[in-house]
C-alpha cells in the first residue's frame, strides 16, 4: 500500500469514517460516471447486459499504456464477438485521452478520471514518483453488473490475450 493510502486509511479509522475497501470478485462493481476523449459520459449502469472490461493505466502515450491499448485495439473485435465492452481509465484530461486515441486509432472509449474518484473505488489510486496516477488494474464485470476477475498484476503485452482467454472461461461457466 503507498504512503498516501496508508495514511489515508490511517485517517479515516482516526476519524471514525470507513475507509474505502477495494472491492472484491463477486462484489457489485463500485457505480461510475466519467467523460470520454469525445465528451460523452459514461457510466456502469449504461453497460449492463454486456461484459466489460475497465482497465486502469497510468498514463496516456506512455510505453506500457500504449502497448496495453494498441493490444486492446488490435484485439477489439474478438472482445466484441464475447460480448464484451472495452473502458480505459485514467487520470489523464479528455483532451490528453483525445490526442492518445487519435495517434494510435483506439475504437474504445478512455474515460477521464480526473478527480481520481473512480480509481479510488476500485482501489487503483497511487502514487508514483512524486504524481498521483492509477495503477495499472484491470476488472471483468459480468452482464449482471458484477465483478467477475480482478487483476493486479498486468503484463501490458499480454494482458489483452490474459483478458480474452480468461473471459471464455467466464463465459463458459
Known amino acids: 500500500m503507498s504512503t498516501t493510502r496508508t495514511l489515508l486509511a490511517l485517517i479515516f479509522v482516526l476519524s471514525g469514517l470507513p475507509a474505502v475497501a477495494e472491492p472484491e470478485v463477486g462484489q457489485p462493481a463500485p457505480a461510475f460516471s466519467m467523460p470520454d476523449q469525445y465528451m460523452k459520459t459514461h457510466s456502469l449502469e449504461q453497460y449492463l447486459g454486456k461484459w466489460v472490461v475497465v482497465y486502469f493505466y497510468p498514463k496516456d502515450d506512455t510505453p506500457g499504456c500504449t502497448t496495453e491499448a494498441c493490444n486492446f485495439r488490435d484485439d477489439i473485435f ?26 494510435y486509432g483506439l475504437p474504445f472509449p478512455l474515460l477521464s478520471d480526473a478527480g481520481g ?6 482501489g487503483c489510486l497511487t502514487e508514483w514518483r512524486g504524481m498521483t496516477i492509477a495503477a495499472r488494474h484491470t476488472f471483468i464485470i459480468d452482464p449482471g453488473g458484477n465483478i467477475a476477475k ?22 463458459s461457466d
Do not use: C, N, W
Open 78 to 103: 474478438k472482445l466484441r464477438a464475447m460480448d464484451a465492452e472495452v473502458l480505459g481509465v485514467s487520470l489523464d484530461s479528455t483532451e490528453s485521452h483525445a490526442r492518445f486515441a487519435e495517434k
Open 117 to 122: 474518484e473512480t480509481a479510488e473505488q476500485y
Open 150 to 171: 480482478i487483476y493486479r498484476e498486468v503484463d501490458p503485452d499480454t494482458h489483452s490475450a490474459q483478458v480474452i482467454a480468461d473471459l471464455a472461461s467466464l463465459q
